[in-house]
């Protein structure tokens, strides 16, 4: 299974509430801390073709997006397949 990345900055409610639907689909995933104008945030838009908001959630090279998108995932029943668990 790909590794899941969720890039995140503290005191973000989109942040928490992301996270949050990761850990309620027991999927293990790696939370990195990517606050303004840090090595991790540049990583963060680099590797999401520019998006410069958190969270910002990758399954190994694929971005899935941000909260609205991971939410839309949900709500379409793609969440599951799209982190390797369906």
Same mark, same amino acid.
């Given at each position: 299974?790909?590794?899941?990345?969720?890039?995140?900055?503290?005191?973000?409610?989109?942040?928490?509430? /992301?996270?949050? #639907?990761?850990?309620? &689909? $027991?999927?293990?995933?790696?939370?990195? $801390?990517?606050?303004? =104008?840090?090595?991790?945030?540049?990583?963060?838009?680099?590797?999401? =073709? =520019?998006?410069?908001?958190?969270?910002?959630?990758?399954?190994?090279?694929? /971005?899935?997006?941000?909260?609205?998108?991971?939410? /839309?995932?949900?709500?379409?029943? &793609? #969440?599951? /397949?799209? #982190?390797?668990?369906?």
């Amino acid at each position: 299974m790909p590794e899941i990345v969720i890039y995140t900055q503290p005191g973000c409610p989109y942040c928490r509430r /992301a996270v949050s #639907l990761l850990q309620s &689909k $027991n999927v293990p995933f790696r939370e990195i $801390n990517a606050p303004h =104008g840090t090595p991790e945030r540049e990583e963060s838009i680099r590797r999401s =073709g =520019g998006r410069t908001t958190v969270p910002q959630t990758f399954v190994g090279d694929t /971005a899935l997006g941000g909260c609205d998108d991971l939410m /839309a995932l949900e709500r379409t029943g &793609k #969440l599951d /397949a799209s #982190l390797g668990i369906a």
